[in-house]
């Protein structure tokens, strides 16, 4: 249950940050394609399918990334609702990393640990320039 509870108080923080990305992305798209789409027949979730999904894909691309990139450094939302969790139900890298760093004052392992964090981050980015240099330019 604390894991759950850690989760959605991630989600609910994102939210605003995310919704402003995309709201961005569709601002972005031109009007002129929904009115081409409506004079061929394409409305609703045709319009959405063909236009506005393929559109708003680079940016979902990055409020996904972000999201990962955000989530796996997450240490203030689980250190103030659970510090942890009942039995390290909670933990994770960047937690072990703060206590191993900041409360044992083993500064080389908590150093490691961040290290290993910063590669695991730097993959997801590697994965997301990668698929974004693969798909098509429009």
Do not use: C, H
């Not at 989600?11 to 995309?22: C, E, Q």
């Not at 004079?39 to 393929?54: H, M």
């Not at 996904?64 to 909670?90: R, S």
């Not at 964090?117 to 993959?123: D, E, K, T």
């Amino acid at each position: 249950m604390a894991l759950r509870s850690v989760i959605m108080v991630n989600i609910w923080i994102g939210i605003p940050f995310n919704v402003a990305l995309l709201y961005g992305g569709l601002q972005g798209i031109p009007e002129e394609r929904y009115e081409a789409a409506a004079l061929d027949g394409a409305t609703g979730w045709r319009a959405f399918r063909y236009i506005t999904w393929p559109a708003l894909r680079p940016v979902i691309n990055v409020v996904l990334v972000l999201g990962v990139i955000y989530t796996l450094k997450v240490v203030d939302i689980i250190l103030g609702l659970t510090g942890g969790g009942p039995a390290n139900a909670t933990q994770t890298l960047a937690t072990t990393a703060y206590q191993d760093s900041f409360i044992q004052f083993s500064f080389g392992q908590g150093a490691a640990v961040s290290n290993l964090l910063i590669a695991i981050s730097l993959i997801f980015a590697v994965i997301y320039l990668r698929a974004s240099r693969r798909s098509p330019d429009e």
